[in-house]
Every structure is written in structure tokens, then in C-alpha cells.
């Protein structure tokens, strides 16, 4: 039986793209996850390889012998399987966003490495491919035998501020309800994160209690470690996972949860000259992933984010008379 060119062309991306989305069903399924978890680097760095090299292996011998389709192909059923796996809902945007480039790239690796087997016309080509699709399955146990490793982080921020010591450090101590208009976290909104509301301190000094409050239900307790007035206050963080309603954040990505959370903040304020002074923020993070190398990156930028939105808010108001 003849099969057309389309016929062959949308088997090479169906197929891999059902292929991916039933790796992933397996690594979700309870009582595997100790053995498969998806936030592994079996399944982020091996998976994509797969699809990559089924797709060509599935392709035309005339499309393979260009570079550009190796290379490019394997990111169509890539984003085919992104789309499913948001529509059924099995997945959220901000996880997928976050390993969208390590999954495009890993495709391409299995492309090219499938075009080379593909174009020498290797009698064991089949053997090869079944293999490397395979590598998530027989890595993830290995890896997580090695076991991930906990690891502490910090992101540090701060923003010049024309206003008195005073006048800044009372916006410090009692961030006002913030409007949805003065809200700049354009990075943590584009992954869907909560965004701040308000933050209170119920006294100056230590052992103070303040409740950072974001919307979508989610609250940070922090408590005062150390306070001094007008110069330096340093405070632990704690998001109880169970006061988090579920839809609020990506299971993967909950703050407080198995493999992120946020320890400890610091406001320290310097005084550069008779009218500006300069407002330091800096806070401490865990992640608990055996791809701390990669995941750091983003909990960095997402933490940054989110304390350079607080120090503009505090700058905005301490410069004007709210």
C-alpha cells in the first residue's frame, strides 16, 4: 500500500507526539514517581531526545538529508505535545515554559543523532532508536538511586530612592494594598504567579509576625529575626503548602513544596547621599531537584522578579506622599 508524502509527514510528528504524552502518563502514575518522577533529568533532558529521534526516524529519507529539517522537525511534535498536555490539563504553562528550551534543544540532539543512523542506512537503526527512546525508563531509576541534592540560593536586589530614611522605611514596614495598575512583575505574571497585595508588620522589632499577602489565596508568614530601626530588618519566610489552594501555582513549582521554597528575606537600607538613599532586598531559596543547575536559573529570575516589583512599589511611594 502507497502512503502519500502528507500521509508519512503527519505520522512523523502523530506518533511522537503520542509517544511523549504516554511517557508522561507513566511517569505520573502513583507509586511510580519514586522511581519516575517527571522533575527528573530523565525525563526533562531524555524524553525530548526520544521524540527528536523518533521523528526522523518516522521521516522521508529526501526531508532527512537536509540539516535544517533534522535540526527543526523534532520541535514541531515538541510543541504538540506542550499543547495536549495544557489542554487535558496534565501540565501547567509556567512548567512548561521553563523547560520549553531544554526540550526543544534535546529534540534536536536525538534528530541529528537519528538523521546519522537514518542517512548511513545502519542495519541496526531500528535497535538504536528503540534504545534511545527508551533511556528515560532505564536512567530514571539510576538517578534516583544517586538521589537529588538540596542546595540554598540568593537573589539580591535593591533601587536608589530619593526620599528621607523615615519615609522609606515606614513603606517598608507597612506595604499598603497594591493596586493591579502599579503591579510591574511582568516576568512573574507572564508564568501565572499570584501577585502582591499587601505585607504588615503587627510591630517593629524581633519576633514581629507579618503576613505577605498575594492573590489567589496564597500567604507567606514571616517572622522578625532581627530588626534595627530605619537600617536593617531580617525575617524568616514560611508558605504552609496546605493553605496554597491547589490551583493556585504548578504542583511542580509550589513555594513550600517538595522541590522549592523560600527561607529568608532582608531589607537593609544605606544612605548614599543627603537625598537618596539606596534599599536592598535579598532573600534566600532552596531547590531540591538533581537539575539544580538549570532550575536555579529560573527560581532566580522569578525571585528577582518578584522583590524588584516590592522595591519599585516602595520607591514609587516613598517619593510621593502616599
Known sequence: MNISKTTKWLIAIVVPILFAFLVR?????????????????????????????LTIYLSEITRVEKFVYRFFMPWVPIF????????????????????????????????LIAGYYKLRKKNNEKLYISFIALLPFFISPIEQMI?????????????????????????????????EKDDKGWFTRTLGFP??????????????????VFDKGLIFNETVLSY?????????????????PSTTMDKHIVVGGEYFDVLNGTYELEQ?????????????????TTFNFYASWWAGWIMKDIQNN????????????I
Open 147 to 179: 538521589g537529588k541534592i538540596p542546595g540554598q540560593y540568593e537573589a539580591t536586589t535593591y533601587i536608589d530612592i530619593n526620599a528621607s530614611k523615615e519615609k522609606i522605611w515606614s513603606n517598608v514596614t507597612r506595604v499598603k494594598e497594591i493596586n
Open 272 to 288: 548614599l547621599n543627603e537625598n537618596t538613599c539606596r534599599l536592598h532586598l535579598y532573600s534566600h531559596f532552596k531547590l531540591t
Open 310 to 321: 516590592i522595591l519599585h512599589v516602595i520607591k514609587s511611594r516613598s517619593e510621593t506622599n
Open 195 to 212: 501577585r502582591p497585595i499587601k505585607a504588615e508588620l503587627n510591630y517593629e522589632g524581633v519576633g514581629a509576625y507579618r503576613a505577605a
Open 228 to 244: 534595627e530601626p530605619q537600617k536593617k530588618m531580617s525575617f524568616s519566610i514560611k508558605a504552609n503548602t496546605y493553605d496554597i
Open 25 to 53: 502518563v507513566l511517569f505520573g502514575v502513583d507509586g511510580w514517581q519514586k522511581l519516575y518522577p517527571v522533575m527528573g533529568l530523565a525525563f526533562i533532558f531524555l524524553l525530548p531526545v526520544g521524540v527528536g529521534a
Open 80 to 111: 504538540g505535545f506542550f499543547v495536549l498536555t495544557l489542554v487535558l490539563k496534565v501540565e501547567g504553562w509556567a512548567c512548561w515554559l521553563m523547560i520549553l528550551p531544554i526540550f526543544l534543544l534535546a529534540s534536536s540532539v536525538g534528530g
